[in-house]
Structures are given as C-alpha cells and as structure tokens.
C-alpha cells in the first residue's frame, strides 16, 4: 500500500550537488528500504536499514533513520546526470508488510 | 491517479499446486512490474508487463515457474506454478501511470504460505 510521506515531492538540482529526500512514516517499523525508478524500468533496491540502525552507507548514497521521529532522509553526493530518476522510499511493519511512500522526483541537470 | 486491487491479499497453498495472483488497476496503465519481497528482505523485480507483448523476466526468473499474463491495460496475473515452501513470499504488483507523468502505484501485495 501507499501510505507514506516523502519530501520533496520534486526536486531539480545540478551535477556536482548533492540531493537530500526525506521519508516520514505513521507505525513502528522492522525497517525501512530505498529504492530507485528510472521511467519504464523496474524499481531498484537501494539501501535496507533496520530499526536499531541510525545511518548506512553504500557508495555515494547515505541513508538516516529516526525511528523517534519516524523519519528518514536519504543523500546522494557529487550528484550525476545519471541520478535522474524517482526514489521511494518503504517501510516493513511487523507483519512484514511494505508501505511505500509517494516518491521524489530527482532531476540532476548536467 | 491510479488505485489497484490485488488478490488474494493472504493465501495457504499446498505444496506443489499453482496460484494464481490478480492485479486490476482502475486506470489504463502502460507499465506493470510483478515483485516478490520475502519478510525481512527487499523487493526483488520477477518481470515487466507490457499489455500486447512478452513479459520480460529478470534473472533467477523463467516464465514456466512464474507465467504472466497481461490481457489488456488495466489487469494482469502472475501464476506462481507448482510451489514449494521456499516461494512463500509477499508478491507486489506495481503500475507506471504515465498518464499522470510516469507516477508508479503499487498493489497492497499478496501473502502466500505454502505448506
């Protein structure tokens, strides 16, 4: 289901910069993913933290977690054209079930 | 916007028999992505349903284990054939909406236990 928050809704940036998108959610998480979309292609796994973690990296990408604030940003540095894409991010509840929030558009202009 | 219907949302199969998974989407949608998401884990992408053409599968995916079928722009299936407890998983439909420029919508996801 679709159910949580992301902040920006859009946002339009240039190469070298780098992004911020934040994810709010509403209940008690197992943990929390994010994943990119390019247009017509399939979503794809980013980062997984879990609930007892506060930050993880992989490459350009760090990722945060509150679980006081129930809140979550992700960076991406020395942003690239090749960025451009949508980015969710997906909560799993103790019933394992995923809740996605509605997505940032991130456009990196070259 | 785009609202989907996924059934069944929860189902106990037996071993060795095939289900079948419904997504029906409200609006014509170009785009549907079959996943699976196994608890604790993250999405992994089964295959692209394109309404007219071939699913296309992802690696580790095959179309006798996993067909699909995508009749017209508003529904598709997945079949999971022949289980076993190892594919007891979530299974998540997706849409690409590119009538309201390109948002994607996902299922409220089906939960099979194979037993």
Request: proline share 3%; aromatic share 8%; with cysteine.
């Amino acid at each position: 289901s679709q159910q949580g928050e992301e902040d920006p809704q859009a946002l339009s940036i240039q190469e070298g910069e780098n992004a911020t998108m934040n994810c709010s959610y509403k209940t008690s998480i197992n943990n929390l993913q994010w994943y990119r979309q390019n247009s017509g292609r399939g979503l794809v796994h980013l980062i997984l933290i879990r609930s007892n973690e506060r930050e993880k990296h992989s490459g350009r990408l760090r990722v945060t977690l509150d679980t006081s604030k129930k809140s979550s940003s992700l960076l991406i540095t020395a942003s690239r054209a090749a960025d451009t894409a949508s980015y969710f991010c997906a909560t799993e509840n103790a019933g394992n079930m995923l809740t996605f929030g509605g997505g940032t558009r991130l456009m990196v202009k070259p | 916007s785009a609202v989907i219907s996924q059934k069944p949302s929860r189902d106990i199969c037996q071993r060795g028999t095939s289900l079948t998974i419904q997504c029906q989407v409200d609006s014509q949608v170009t785009m549907m992505f079959w996943y699976r998401q196994q608890p604790g884990q993250s999405l992994t992408l089964i295959a692209t349903a394109n309404q007219g053409s071939e699913a296309t599968y992802e690696s580790g995916f095959v179309i006798d284990k996993f067909p699909i079928s995508r009749p017209n722009l508003t529904f598709s299936t997945l079949t999971v054939s022949n289980m076993s407890p190892e594919d007891s998983s979530i299974y998540l439909c997706s849409v690409e909406d590119q009538g309201s420029g390109n948002t994607i919508y996902f299922g409220e996801g089906s939960w099979l236990t194979v037993v």
